[in-house]
């Protein structure tokens, strides 16, 4: 299931590369909410063209095609490193202690291993596709308005490839984690139980409520 977590931070190498690395994540984030919010507008043109002018947006299918990596791709690491992705904790959510964070350096070591593979076969259907020599530095394009495809492409080899980064940072975490025995390692996400995430959200929306007034 997916659950809702806190990063802690510290002076630490190890933190200050998570935060800086969050920074990046938080814009890709935002800028796969910005191609969500253009496809909305697009949509909207697109409908309101073909009901009232008779001609609905040209190429609507084009763009959705160019923008799904930007949906898809672009947040993967951010919600990584929040601990948004959907999991099945029945079992890790009863460990403490160095048997959890074994647990979690596993899973999270397979999970990098992955997504390795995923980078390099991303890469390689991103070759196929670029080309200097061609118009457009494109060997294929859209069907309809002939929008380079290369772009879509290039754009899944690097979000796997910050996802990575972030899976590595969290390695690296676990592993400090499973040295030292702490119960609250940083650059990590570390699971709330029901209550403590009640807990948060009513001293957020308390605090909402204070700055309204």
């Known amino acids: 299931m997916a659950g809702s977590s806190s990063v802690l931070t510290d002076n630490s190498l190890l933190s200050r590369l998570d ?19 253009s496809l909305m507008l697009m949509a909207v043109a697109s409908v309101g063209g073909r009901n009232f002018l008779g001609r ?10 160019q923008a799904m990596p930007l949906i898809a791709f672009v ?11 959907i999991r099945m904790d029945i079992l890790i959510g009863k460990l403490k202690g160095r048997p959890l964070w074994i ?23 991103f070759e196929r596709s670029f080309d200097f020599s061609s118009p457009m530095w494109s060997r294929d394009s859209s069907m309809d308005i002939g929008i380079p495809l290369w772009p879509a492409k ?9 996802i990575c980064i972030r899976l590595s940072l969290q390695l690296w975490g676990y592993s400090r984690a499973i040295r030292t025995g702490t119960l609250e390692p940083v650059a990590v996400p570390l699971i709330e139980d029901a209550a403590t995430q009640a807990a948060r959200e009513a001293e957020h929306v308390s605090g ?6």
């Not at 609905?56 to 095609?65: A, H």
């Not at 993967?76 to 948004?84: K, M, S």
């Not at 647990?103 to 259907?125: K, N, R």
């Open 154 to 162: 290039l754009l899944a080899p690097i979000a796997f490839f910050i």
């Open 19 to 37: 935060q800086r690395l969050f920074k990046l994540e938080g814009l890709l984030a935002l800028i796969g909410g910005l191609a969500v919010f």
């Open 56 to 65: 609905p947006l040209p190429g609507y299918v084009d763009w959705i095609e």
């Open 75 to 85: 947040g993967i690491a951010y919600t990584q490193r929040l601990g948004g992705h």
């Open 103 to 125: 647990a979690e350096f596993t899973s999270t070591l397979v999970m990098l291993l992955l997504m390795i593979l995923l980078t390099w076969g991303s890469w390689a259907h």
């Open 208 to 213: 909402l409520e204070e700055d309204k007034q």
